[in-house]
């Protein structure tokens, strides 16, 4: 792995798990061992610069992982239950469910930086964007698919939020009975 995205790496797991504001840069430095020229080197404009990088490293994984359970399943119902089981599966055998959100990234910067706020607007547009694509395949109208899309957006993060600060699976579980069998009997 070169050092740019150890660099990425290493500093997406320390956000998720402390926090922007509660990560210093040498904290970051120290796991990846390497020095802060090395570091400045990648990312000139220093720690927010770092952080865009790895909400967009973040975005890219997380779409991409949602578009290939998407793809195996023939309706949005069976999709939306496949994803919910692997991020149960994920949170019971990890203990945490950090690499498939960065809402405590969000809720923390959001709303100081615009650079930041439009990284974290992508990847919600993108989830959006999958669950809508599978409602209009379903045969709902774009303006149904993108309200329901909205709603289960919103629940899934809510939920993921959830397991986190309950310690239990329990949230997500309840999202997926409660969304497949109001969303998609409509």
């Given at each position: ?40 080197h ?6 927010e ?39 149960i ?23 100081l ?8 607007s992508?990847l ?7 669950y ?28 993921i939020?959830l ?18 069998k ?5």
């Amino acid at each position: 792995m070169d050092t740019k995205s150890l660099i990425i790496e290493v500093a997406t797991k320390i956000f998720q798990e402390k926090g922007y504001m509660g990560v210093g840069l040498n904290e970051i430095l120290k796991e990846c061992n390497i020095s802060k020229g090395s570091l400045y080197h990648h990312f000139p404009n220093g720690k927010e610069e770092l952080l865009i990088a790895c909400l967009h490293t973040l975005t890219e994984k997380i779409t991409m992982d949602m578009k290939q359970i998407f793809k195996k399943h023939p309706t949005t119902e069976e999709a939306i239950k496949a994803m919910v089981n692997q991020l149960i599966i994920h949170f019971e055998t990890e203990g945490t469910i950090t690499s498939y959100t960065f809402t405590s990234i969000v809720s923390e910067m959001g709303s100081l930086s615009e650079s930041v706020r439009n990284a974290c607007s992508l990847l919600y547009t993108n989830i959006q964007k999958i669950y809508c694509d599978k409602l209009v395949e379903d045969g709902l109208s774009l303006e149904t698919a993108n309200s329901i899309a909205l709603t289960m957006t919103a629940s899934i993060e809510g939920g993921i939020m959830l397991c986190l600060t309950k310690k239990s699976s329990e949230p997500l579980r309840e999202i997926a009975n409660v969304l497949t069998k109001t969303s998609f009997n409509l």
